[in-house]
């Protein structure tokens, strides 16, 4: 079983950055992608961010483009989603994915294992 714990997450002024982090444990060799998902209040869960294991793949959603950047660090089993010029809407919690997919997909039901959530809250 794939454990995976987010953190990093806070209240933040639009405008600002923040870095999130989500660390893997067990047999994480067994995941080939990593992703980002997030869900806002009354809203379902929505893709953010993913990225295979090389790091050479990557994949955003149309609204986080030229703002976001997932990265990872295959040898600390860590995933990072570096964000800035936060807005309003991307208040939400933040969850961390992984997967077997071959290629890292936007749709939630490719992926295997997900984390508690971390909340990102932005203030206008």
């Known amino acids: 079983q794939v454990m995976l714990v987010e953190s990093g997450g806070g209240l933040v002024q639009a405008g600002g950055s923040r870095r999130l982090s989500c660390v893997a444990s067990g047999p994480t060799l067994s995941t080939t992608i990593m992703g980002w998902f997030r869900q806002a209040p009354g809203k379902g869960r929505e893709f953010v961010a993913a990225?295979?294991?090389?790091?050479?793949?990557?994949n955003y959603a149309d609204s986080v483009k030229g703002r976001f950047i997932i990265s990872r660090d295959n040898a600390r089993n860590t995933v990072y989603l570096q964000m800035t010029n936060l807005k309003p809407e991307d208040t939400a919690i933040y969850y961390c994915?992984?997967?077997?997919?071959?290629?890292?997909?936007?749709?939630?039901?490719?992926?295997?294992?997900w984390g508690q959530g971390t909340q990102v809250t932005v203030s206008s």
């Open positions: 990225m295979d294991r090389s790091g050479g793949i990557t």
């Open positions: 994915a992984a997967g077997r997919s071959a290629v890292p997909t936007s749709r939630s039901s490719q992926y295997d294992y």
